[in-house]
């Protein structure tokens, strides 16, 4: 995760938020244009998130309840005014892209895919958003309506009408079964030395259909490694009792659009 020093004004920040800034290093650990990630090095470590008003209401609902669940770190505060801010303990360790974990990618593919099936087996009862599959869906719609797409995602659909058709067909398929990560990718998964700390960035998540994660889990392990060598042991380590690769391809035209 890159930490890149800064020094803004914290006149940017709630006064809230003083004794956590106060005296304390700071770093820029942002991964999107759509929010900031600041790492404050005060007392272990915080992560704040920032982003537009209401942007991380969401967030910060999934965060304390996969909190609660042992999976993810403490939402220490929640603050929407003009902006959003988010402010979490650090997790221990480091992502999944560090370079040790890269380096034995058999290992790596095995472990992801296990967290991922242990996530997937936890009960969801009280989880703040009981239907992903419809905001998924509905997001998937309103860029289509924009034109907009990134056939990238799912090269066997060679133009987006055609994975438009594809998803509308069978969109039917896509139940709410699990407790989504919902961008199960190697960067939001936390180790420290091959033992899982936690999750991070799960904004996306809530009770939804498997193969959301599966897709993402495939995907980033061929993105980081830069090889698609370890998909196979990535759903056999999985289980491939839960797959259904239909539903992959359907979430492929999906996220064509996402």
């Known amino acids: 995760m890159k930490r890149t020093p800064i020094t803004p004004p914290h ?56 909190h609660g669940k042992g999976l993810a770190p403490e939402v220490l505060a929640y603050i929407s005014a003009e902006r959003d801010f988010m402010l979490t303990a650090r997790v221990r360790g480091e992502d999944m892209t560090l370079r040790k974990y890269l380096d034995e990618p058999k290992k790596l593919s095995e472990l992801s895919a296990s967290l991922l099936r242990g996530l997937h087996e936890t009960d969801f009862s009280g989880c703040p958003v009981q239907d992903h599959t419809a905001r998924y869906l509905a997001t998937a719609a309103e860029n289509f309506k924009k034109g907009l797409y990134d056939l990238s995602y799912a090269p066997e659909f060679k133009t987006a009408g055609e994975a438009w058709d594809f998803l509308q067909k069978n969109a039917h398929m896509l139940q709410n079964e699990v407790l989504l990560h919902g961008d199960y990718c190697l ?5 420290e030395d091959w033992r899982f700390t936690g999750f991070i960035d799960i904004g996306n998540g809530g009770v939804g259909d498997r193969h959301v994660d599966l897709f993402w889990g495939a995907w980033t392990l061929a993105f980081n490694l830069g ?3 370890y998909r196979e042991r990535f759903f056999d380590a999985y289980g491939r009792d839960k797959l259904i690769k239909e539903k992959l391809s359907l979430v492929a035209a999906a996220e064509i659009f996402g």
Do not use: H, W
């Open 11 to 66: 006149s940017l920040f709630p006064a809230e938020l003083s004794c956590f800034l106060s005296g304390a290093a700071l770093y820029d650990s942002s991964s999107s244009p759509e929010a900031r990630v600041y790492f404050i090095d005060k007392d272990g470590g915080y992560y704040l998130k920032t982003a537009a008003r209401g942007a991380l209401k969401r967030e910060q609902e999934l965060a304390r309840y996969f």
């Open 187 to 191: 960067p939001n998964v936390m180790l």
């Open 227 to 229: 090889t698609d060598a």
